[in-house]
């Protein structure tokens, strides 16, 4: 129980483009999403908290117009990466919590298997 | 500032080695601490919770235990396929960060595990 998907897996884009990542859960329902975003040997970087119905909270530093976030329902999150750049490129990893009654523990977070995106 | 540090950074060990991995924390109002497992190019897949100094979790060759500052995970016996980076996360009061007690993450033990 409590699986997340994400896709695509991996994309490439040229630099300028946008890319959309698709993040949902599968066998639950989830008002609070997140999307973090990993460097290779580094630890996880909570980029902004996805809440249902609302605007997303961004973390400190984190460009709101650049990183789009929409939760649209209650199994759905997209993340947006508007006029991609190099630096840009990273593992983008969502995760979502479940709401109480529905598949696996509501305190905790279920991870997607992340999207590696390279931009060109 | 809330922080979690884990050491070591690598360990290897041959198979049947028992050994332990320590994720150690400073954080206002412990909610939760967290155990992942991360394969390479994998999200992270979640092993165990823990709330209070005392309590201990296992699953497997794996037992998590909680101190006030300080957590650890035990592998007992590994097998090659116990080969992953184990992540550590703590979650936080409510106003950490300016978010709902968001989950903070170590930067992990990369395990590896020879036949």
């Known amino acids: 129980g409590a699986v997340v998907s994400q896709h695509p897996s991996w994309v490439i884009c040229k630099s300028g483009t946008s890319v959309k990542i698709e993040c949902r859960s599968l066998?639950?329902?989830?008002?609070?999403m997140f999307w973090y975003r990993q460097f290779p040997k580094q630890s996880l970087m909570l980029m902004a908290t996805?809440?249902?119905?609302?605007?997303?909270?961004?973390e400190q530093g984190v460009e709101k117009d650049k990183f789009l976030i929409n939760h649209a329902s209650l199994t759905l999150s997209t993340l947006t990466v508007t006029s991609a750049h190099p630096e840009d490129s990273s593992f983008y990893i969502c995760?979502?919590?479940?709401?109480?009654?529905?598949?696996?523990?509501?305190?905790?977070?279920?991870f997607g298997p992340g999207t590696r995106l390279t931009v060109l | 500032e809330d922080q979690v540090t884990q050491s070591p950074e690598a360990l290897r060990l041959q198979e049947g080695e028992s050994s332990s991995l320590n994720c150690s924390y400073t954080?206002?109002?412990?909610?939760?601490l967290f155990w992942y497992r991360q394969d390479p190019g994998k999200g992270p897949e979640f092993l165990f919770t823990?709330?209070?100094a005392g309590e201990e979790k296992e699953k497997e060759r794996l037992k998590a235990t909680l101190t006030k500052k300080e957590s650890f995970l035990h592998i007992t016996a590994p097998k090659p396929e116990d080969s992953a980076t184990y992540l550590c996360?703590?979650?936080?009061?409510?106003?950490?960060?300016?978010?709902?007690?968001?989950?903070?993450f170590g930067k992990g033990t990369k395990l590896s595990v020879k036949p």
């Open positions: 995760s979502a919590k479940p709401i109480s009654g529905t598949s696996g523990r509501a305190d905790t977070q279920y």
């Open positions: 066998d639950f329902q989830a008002t609070t």
């Open positions: 996805s809440n249902e119905g609302s605007k997303a909270t961004y």
């Open positions: 954080v206002s109002g412990l909610r939760g």
């Open positions: 823990l709330y209070s």
């Open positions: 996360a703590v979650q936080g009061g409510l106003n950490y960060g300016g978010s709902q007690g968001n989950l903070i």
